[in-house]
């Protein structure tokens, strides 16, 4: 079984009475020891250079998406040579004080030797099985782009 964690650290109060006043932490990966700056003023509004955890979750769903699509690409006899995958989340304010993920997308461009009719079927097939699409249990749509192949060897 595979562990993974991640530290958060927090300081100070979510809101303060003026900006600079409110709190801050950031978020350490256990696996590269990378610290990502957070403020909850980032999560609402624009991120001004800092992360958010709601992009950790998108990030790791682009990732989780890419490894499924390249299983699935796999089992049927095909390798992609670069998949860029995209992942957005929306946070919206759902009720008065109360933030929630309603729906998120994912954009995937192909690098592959393969007919469009099948990347676009096992891109579909890998968002119905991929974990954390199920797992976030959210209306996440998926629109997948093959590039056209190179005419160059």
């Known amino acids: 079984m595979a562990t993974r964690s991640a530290r958060a650290v927090w300081r100070g109060p979510l809101f303060g009475e003026r900006p600079q006043d409110a709190g801050e932490g950031s978020v350490s990966l256990d696996s ?10 980032s999560r609402i509004s624009e991120p001004a250079g800092e992360s958010t955890p709601e992009e950790l979750v998108a990030a790791a ?9 390249t299983h699935k690409l796999e089992e049927r006899g095909h390798l992609a040579r670069e998949l860029d995958v995209e992942a957005t989340l929306h946070l919206e304010l759902v009720e008065p004080g109360r933030h929630s993920l309603t729906s998120g997308s994912l ?7 393969l007919p469009p ?37």
């Open 61 to 69: 769903l682009a990732m989780d998406y890419a490894q499924c699509l």
């Open 32 to 41: 590269v020891g990378a610290g990502l700056p957070m403020r909850w003023s």
């Open 117 to 153: 009719e099948l990347f676009r079927e096992l891109s579909l097939t890998a968002h119905r099985e991929c974990f954390l699409v199920i797992a976030l249990d959210l209306p996440v749509s998926v629109r997948a782009t093959l590039s056209a192949p190179s005419d160059t060897p």
């Open 107 to 113: 954009t995937v461009r192909g690098d592959a030797d």
